[in-house]
């Protein structure tokens, strides 16, 4: 399968690439996670996209796009790949499609996750992440077996920084200016399925009936 997932910042499309991606052995390659390891690692990267992120606004289109016309070629993507956060405006969109028929492929569905605005803020206020593998945790649905501590890897489960309510507030109105309209522009290709949750049993009915 090759798949974007659509849909505000914490509608839940890291924990729904992460189920799927058990489910059939694609690769998620989200480009937050991407960018949050060159910040972590401090790399030229890093330095680069750290301010933009932490106030919640996009990075350039030409930096993401340079990252994922080389990701997209490596080895695993044969397999089928989830695409979490990307792409996140109309020139990535028609990038990716450009590229996608350059190398002969092409997605199977764009699915957006379309959560109410009162979820969302209370999921990414009460969101945890691992510093090191990024497994997804929530203080009131998925907590940690111990307080602060990794279930996968035991290295520290922390809050990220662009959850501050500010950051949370300016993220929401970014997507809604620069990501929501690529709903219209998948409708368009006839790739579009709406899920109005990210409960997995829901999500893997509307994949397997698109597909
Ligand atoms: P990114 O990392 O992509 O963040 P985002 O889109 O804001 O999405 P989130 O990771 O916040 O949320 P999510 O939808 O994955 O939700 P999650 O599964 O964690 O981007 C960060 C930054 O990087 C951007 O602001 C930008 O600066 C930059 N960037 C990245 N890509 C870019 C691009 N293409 N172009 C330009 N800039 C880019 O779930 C949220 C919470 O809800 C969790 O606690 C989870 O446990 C819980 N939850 C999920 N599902 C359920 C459920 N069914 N029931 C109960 N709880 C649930």
Redesign the pocket.
């Known amino acids: 399968m090759k798949i974007t997932l659509l849909?505000p910042?914490?509608?839940?499309?890291?924990?729904v690439a992460k189920a799927l991606m058990a489910y059939d052995g694609s690769v998620q390659i989200?480009?937050?996670?991407i960018?949050r390891a060159a910040v972590a690692a401090g790399t030229e990267l890093g330095k680069q996209v750290e301010a933009?992120?932490a106030a919640?606004?996009?990075?350039t289109d030409e930096l993401?796009m340079s990252i994922m016309e080389q990701r997209l070629q490596e080895e695993d993507c044969q397999q089928g790949y989830l695409l979490?956060?990307?792409?996140?405006t109309l020139p990535?969109a028609q990038a990716l499609k450009a590229l996608l028929q350059k190398l002969g492929e092409k997605l199977d569905c764009a699915l957006e996750l379309d959560i109410p605005r009162d979820v969302i803020i209370d999921?990414?206020t009460?969101?945890r992440t691992c510093t090191n593998c990024g497994e997804?945790?929530?203080v009131k649905?998925?907590p940690p077996r111990v307080e602060g501590i990794c279930d996968v890897c035991g290295s520290e489960v922390v809050q990220r920084d662009?959850e501050t309510e500010e950051a949370i507030e300016h993220?929401l109105e970014v997507y809604n200016e620069q990501t929501a309209p690529l709903i219209d522009f998948y409708r368009d290709e006839d790739l579009l399925v709406s899920v109005p949750t990210?409960?997995m049993e829901a999500v893997m009915e509307a994949i397997k009936s698109r597909l």
Do not use: C, H, W
């Open positions: 849909g910042p914490g509608a839940g499309k890291g924990t989200s480009t937050g996670d960018l933009r992120m919640g606004d996009l990075v993401i979490d956060g990307f792409p996140r990535q999921r990414l009460t969101r997804i945790y929530n649905s998925k662009d993220r990210s409960e």
